[in-house]
């Protein structure tokens, strides 16, 4: 083999290889970064979507009841392995008379801490002349 032919020789060097794993590396951390961040959102979102429809439900339970049963209460409920603490808050004669200020509030824990969702709405009594 002589000198011409080892100098047009068209390969890698060790450095150019290095290179490429090093970005390969840093490219591969960033989507690994991006994927479990992705998760976690997605874990978040279905968490806040069921205490919505936890908070939803119990304004429906109390649309059902008679206007006179309608009473503050708490429970608890169990989703997903997730405990849920349902607690409503029932203020009568407000914001007028014979209406009831009802608030639901959802609590929860997640890995990045407590978390709740609030809904607020006015039940008025039906039998007012």
């Known amino acids: 083999m002589n000198s011409r032919n080892l100098l047009n020789h068209h ?3 060790l450095t150019e290889s290095l290179v490429a ?3 390969f ?4 951390a960033a989507i690994g970064d991006l994927l479990t961040s992705a998760i ?5 979102n279905g968490t806040t ?3 919505v429809c936890l908070a939803a439900s119990e304004l429906e339970d109390l649309h059902a009841q008679d206007y006179d049963a309608i009473a503050s209460h708490s429970l608890t409920k169990i989703v997903g392995g997730a405990i849920y603490n349902v607690q409503t808050t029932v203020i009568t004669d407000s914001p007028e008379t014979s209406m009831k ?3 639901t509030k959802v609590t929860w824990i997640e890995a990045r801490g407590p978390k709740s969702y609030l809904l607020d709405t006015i039940y008025i009594n039906p039998r007012i002349e």
Do not use: D, K
Not at 40 to 44: A, F, G, M, S
């Open 11 to 13: 390969g890698s060097t």
């Open 21 to 23: 794993i090093s970005l």
């Open 25 to 28: 590396g840093l490219a591969s």
């Open 40 to 44: 976690q959102l997605e874990r978040t």
């Open 49 to 51: 979507t069921t205490a």
């Open 101 to 103: 200020s009802v608030t």
